[in-house]
């Protein structure tokens, strides 16, 4: 297909490598170094979209980022599929398959046009005025069940995939001395300076090419050679400098504290063909010692009825088609100027065959270069013209001028806006710097630096090309030498040839009378200004105010190019000057960022660390089912062939009670301290005393916090005069040595002690039941395990199958038991050395639900689970354990206070239900009637509950005010009853662990 | 006494990467001991150790196959190339007796990484914040940071190599994420 509007000569694009795509399923041609935005233009089509509220046919605005209307859908040719890109972002790759949004069923016939024919009833708040439903509902109501489900339904912008994306995408944090954001005149001269002092330097450009405007000068010349050749020698010697990176296709989208930046890149076509393992977005953490923004500024659109056909566009984008890409936007256009740059774009199109049906300028006595060329050139020059509005259906056809003369309406295929241009400042404020507001130029600069950064060219209103370069050089030469770099005063270029401009306008250019068409403020949520002047009307003063009220500025270009016209339109309003109404804030990111970038490689096995035991393989292989407790997988139940978890879980237990079980408690957490203080440490941290504890001997100890409550427990080793052994519960590693750390450091940093985590350095194989020490002594060398020499609660250093262990007599089951410690690279083979043995047996492993069942039998409490940070030693029956003697430990004063001696406290109680066949929900309430009526006070709740295969019916542990002066009562828990018993279920007397 | 028991690691069977620019392999067996006390502590152990332990911030010296990481005021990681964990403690141990001091092996709790090539720095950064160019952190450093969600020590043994120490239980997640950033990293 022959491209109607492309230019024979002329560009930066590649025509010997042509390029097929398509777009809504009609295939088209373009040329290598084409954008989506620009082939489209180049064969005619304008039209690309549909709009967000009102559905009216939507062409492309602009040439760039600031794109609000050419959203489109995009097969990539990788066979993916995105919706909400930007057309004039999107670089043309072969294959490349797009289509429009928002539409139904085609782009030229959309149902959803209906909305424009009622847009009267969609004013701005209209949500809010609408969807409150009938006063006689409850609050809400008509909104959850009516409004919500229909909003829902038409909301949205695009389509959101549904499979899970195929693609990868990457990250990677990277330091810089001078991070240059922005590779136009401003940014490259300011990269050039930087890098001649040696600073390390990063050029970032969200643009396939870099050079910015350059890209589209075509007649200023720079150190006497074209702008286009002095920017191609630039790069040249900037990409051989080995401290400089380029990064094309990367949007600095977020500027944090500490000059931390976010940089978004688009891995291009060739790398992803080249290479099959890139990704297809890297986001760049770059933490710059100096930032140089040199963002550029865009242009303004003008604010009048219907001045959103397709066709209607931005005059500079025109120019930049043109130049760049050798694409005419149309064959008879009219430019609507309030600033300089129209002559500009008029006579640049003009030059290139274009037929410029009139250049309409706003304002009554334009001057200057441009005028008088534009005049010379023979161009048509409206003065002192305001616009009445466009006609056209799916394109502009006619302009509506008002001058003088009376209304004229001039037949027109295109029709360019140049409002002025407005400084990008995101960035900037992004950065937590303050705008400030220059009344003679009508426009916002950055003021004073947030951070250490500085703007450099048209984003602080420096535009001119000569000025922007020199601008760009001493930014550069300062940001190297804030970052400690002896930077010569930079070479100037000297810039012939350049044109001057000037002007702009903003707020509302309607001719009178015209006040409720639609002239659009914000393209793509679908702003009109008569919104503005609406919710100015109903009482919003402030711009935040209007901008929720009416959302313009809300979507995902962020108010780019509406953001000063809705401004001008309120402050206008309210006869205030536009920093009286406010700007709104700029929040991250500049442009959308896609999840996939934000996520990187954290999905599927990289989401988050899974920790696995040593013996999770011999686990894995014997039919455990894991549970994840933290980031561990534990071994759940070993259910054999026909086994349910109940039926896996009584079978555990009864192996267990009644021969031998093997547990793999490795994920304890463990900690060594050691020093000549380490008795009198433990001795504050812990409630019991270790003063006397022996060598060779185990205590268990509650930890608690500075409020007295159980925060953990475990159990203490003493393996010599000055070195212990502490085990904390699995979940409680990390936070048990942080408080221990915490203490030490603060509180007691005379103490000689010290803490090393040795969680993982030992895996801990727990031997239980009446026939462990028949099972392990083969096993064991150099130490007496026979209940003389190792009774419960002992510890010794031993070898266990020719390796070091740690051997503990110690029992979370209430039978005899043994944990072992064995370094973890040999803990799977003596697991399976043990199993093996233990067939003599009939031994069994056993996972944490038989145990959590075994330790209910014996009343042995889980903190987090029978505790809840409220939760006394005394309240759990842990008086015991606690020092009486002790000077002081962590929490001791608060065991003191009032509440803590309180006589209502909650107490830890079983429960027996008197059906023993219910097992009782954990949490439940427990109360003192079957029926309770509403507002009756919970005595307390469920903590642990279970079926206990050993005692044949439904144990549960309770917290209940008052609960030990209870025993014998009769309570309720949902209903049915239960009588109040001792926690211990099992064996109270202890003789089964004293074997 | 040589142990009856199978060795088992938790990157068995991992499928390491070798190429010019990347390349991931495990560390030689070590031991590693943490030793905790004050400047007479590390004097008197570098004496016994043969290698001076560093009393600067993030510094390692190495020495005929043994090394010591400065990781805080008062901490070192000890490590020694095929040396039995418990032969080299007691020796410290012996060098220290007069002197408050903590000695604890963790040859088991950490597992051992070294990571080459020209893509080297660029995949810990995947995951680390750290400036690891070689002006930031030359040749020789040491720290204990962050790669991704685990913890790590890094220590850099040349231009372009690096040894990290990651607990047992990271070291699958570890390496994989390694494998997975230097995929994705630009040539």
Known sequence: MTSSFRQSLGGRIDRSRPLGFSFDGRRYAGFAGDTLASALLANGVHLVGRSYKYHRPRGILSAGAEEPNALVGIDDGFGRFTPNLRATQVALVEGLKAQSQHRWPSLRYDVGEINDVLGSLFSAGFYYKTFMGPHWLAPNWAWKNLFEPVVRRAAGLGDAPHEPDPDRYAQYFEHCDVLVIGAGPAGLAAAKAAAASGARVIVCDEQGELGGSLLSEHQATIDGVAAADWLSATLDELAKAPNVRLTPRTQAFGYYAQNFLGLAETVDDAERRANPNAPRERLWQVRAKEVVLACGALERPLVFPDNDRPGVMLADAARVYLHRYAVKVGDAVVVAAAHDNGYRVALDLAAAGVRVARVVDLREAPSGTGFDAARGAGLGVATGAKLVGTRGRLRVSAVGVETDAGVEWIDCDALLMAGGFTPSVHLYSQSRGKVVWDEARQMFLPGVSGQRERSAGACRGVFALAEALADGARAGTQAARAAGFAAADPAIPRVDNAPETQGGTMGDVSARGRAHAKAFVDFQNDVAAKDIRLAVREGMRSIEHVKRYTTTGMATDQGKTSNLNALAIAAQMLGKSPPQVGLTSFRPPYTPVTFGTLAGASRGELFDPVRRTPIHGWAEANGAAFEDVGLWKRAHYFARAGEDMPAAVAREVEGTRERVGLFDASTLGKIEVVGPDAAVFLERMYTNPFARLEVGRCRYAPMLNEQGFIMDDGVVARLAPDRFHVTTTTGGAARVLNQMEDYLQTEFPELKVWLTSTSEQWTTIAVQGPRARNLIEPFIEGVDISAEAAPHMSVREARFAGVRARLMRVSFTGELGFEINLPPEFARAAWAALAEAGRAYDAVAYGTEAMHVMRAEKGYIIVGQDTDGTVTPDDVGLAWAVGKLKKDFVGKRSLTLPDRLGANRKQLVGLLSEDPAHVFEVGAQVVDSAQPSQGTHALGHVTSSCLSPTLVGSIALALVENGRARKGERLYVAGLPAKVSETTFYDPEGTRLHA | ?187
């Open chain 2, 1 to 187: 006494m040589p142990s009856a028991l199978a060795s088992h690691g938790p990157l068995d069977g991992f499928s390491w990467p070798q190429t010019e620019a990347f390349s991931l392999r495990l560390a030689p067996p070590a031991a590693r001991l943490v030793l905790r006390g004050d400047g007479a502590v590390a004097a008197a152990a570098g004496a016994a150790f043969g290698v001076a332990i560093p009393q600067t911030p993030l510094r390692a010296a190495a020495a005929a196959g043994r090394v010591a990481l400065w990781l805080g005021p008062d901490e070192w990681l000890l490590m020694s190339e095929g040396e039995a964990p418990t032969l080299l403690a007691a020796m410290l141990e012996d060098a220290l007796k007069q002197l408050p001091h903590s000695l604890v092996d963790v040859s088991q709790r950490q597992i051992g990484l070294q990571i080459e090539g020209a893509n080297a720095a660029r995949a810990l950064n995947a995951g680390c914040p750290l400036d690891l160019s070689p002006a930031a952190f030359a040749v020789g450093a040491a720290t204990r940071t962050m790669l991704a969600k685990a913890e790590i020590v890094l220590w850099r043994r040349g231009a372009n190599a690096f040894h990290i120490d990651v607990w047992r239980s990271f070291a699958d997640y570890a390496a994989k994420f390694l494998v997975e950033a230097a995929a994705r990293a630009p040539r």
